[in-house]
């Protein structure tokens, strides 16, 4: 986990602990004159800059996904009316009986620590954002690829969620939201499992990696209780975002040769960035499509597929 990403737990891991983050009331009349409707039919409001949890937000953003995507606004879940109200009572019981399970496995740590409380990020829709906001999730959302449930990804992870996503419109609007998520005890899930429960009373949710998770996997059976939108972000993505990044890799160019390539057109200081980001996925703390998304962010399509073209040809000969 990055520092950006690390600071970004930490801080609202220390605000949870004098209190939960999560305000029940406050003024929105500062989101609601520009945009009212929204405002007001979604019970959200905006964030500022200068607000401690929209900087930490954006700053998580940025660092993800560089300059190809546009933050357009980051907005908190105002929890204002009754229902909304309940559902965040719920979520706080769970994650109380999560400690209360797990008790007996502290490390030193905590209730918190053994209830092991993370932030997630899922894609969603602008149709269905009122009723997830208001009802829950009606369904589980995912390719089935892991299982019978809801999957989030790591507040570190940022872009395999925009991977599965899908645009919202030709403009390339993209509606995240960022959830509290109670993971409690994680079990490993293999790709193709059909669960749709823990296995066991001794787990609660699921992962794809205890070491360096791109999934969290929370149970159909769990979905509305261990998973609670507590932010929304708004985005606009460039129109061939869902590519793969595959177009630019070609079979005759290692990752080693084209960062050498690179280093005859980019400056030193890019280059390190990019020899940081090549050793974090050889050591598994980055997925490889996060790694070529942030390759692209530096360089530019243009300069990626012309050294490719270029250098690529050579190595073939």
């Known amino acids: 986990m990055d520092h950006v ?16 983050t999560i305000s029940e009331s406050g003024s929105c009349d500062s989101y609601d004159r ?19 949890a929209h900087d930490m937000i954006y700053r998580n953003c940025k660092s993800a996904l560089g300059d190809q995507c546009q933050i357009l606004s980051v907005l908190r879940n105002g929890f204002r009316n009754v229902g909304s109200r309940a559902k965040l009572r719920t979520f706080q019981i769970f994650q109380e009986a999560v400690e209360m399970k797990h008790v007996g ?8 620590s ?9 894609a969603v829709a602008k149709k ?13 959302r995912n390719d089935g690829s892991y299982g019978r449930g809801l999957y989030l990804s790591p507040d570190n992870a940022l872009l395999e969620c925009l991977k599965d996503s899908a645009p919202e419109s030709e403009d390339g609007m993209r509606f995240l939201l960022l959830s509290r998520v109670i993971l409690g005890k994680s079990e490993i899930v293999p790709r193709g499992s ?17 070491a360096s ?64 980001h090549y050793k974090d996925q050889q050591n598994r703390r980055m997925s490889r499509s996060e790694l070529i998304q942030r390759v692209r962010g530096i360089t530019g399509d243009k300069l990626l597929v012309h050294i490719i073209k270029a250098f690529g040809h050579k190595v073939q000969q």
């Open 5 to 20: 990403t690390s600071e970004f737990q930490a801080n609202f891991d220390s605000e949870q602990e004098g209190g939960s």
């Open 34 to 52: 520009r945009r009212p409707c929204f405002a007001d039919e979604h019970g959200l409001m905006e964030l500022l800059e200068g607000d401690k």
């Open 105 to 112: 496995d502290d490390d030193g740590g905590g209730g918190s």
């Open 114 to 122: 053994r209830a092991k409380v993370k932030y997630g990020w899922c």
């Open 128 to 140: 269905e954002l009122k009723s997830i906001l208001e009802y829950g999730f009606s369904e589980p």
């Open 194 to 210: 059909t669960q749709s429960c823990p296995t066991c009373q001794e787990f609660d949710s699921g992962v794809d990696d205890l």
């Open 213 to 276: 998770p791109t999934k969290y996997i929370v149970w159909s059976t769990h979905m509305n209780t261990h998973v609670l939108p507590e932010f929304l972000v708004c985005i606009k993505v460039p129109f061939n975002f869902n590519r793969s990044p595959k177009r630019l890799r070609s079979p005759w160019l290692a990752f080693p040769v084209l960062i050498k390539a690179l280093s005859k057109f980019l400056p030193p200081s890019q280059i390190l960035i990019i020899q940081k």
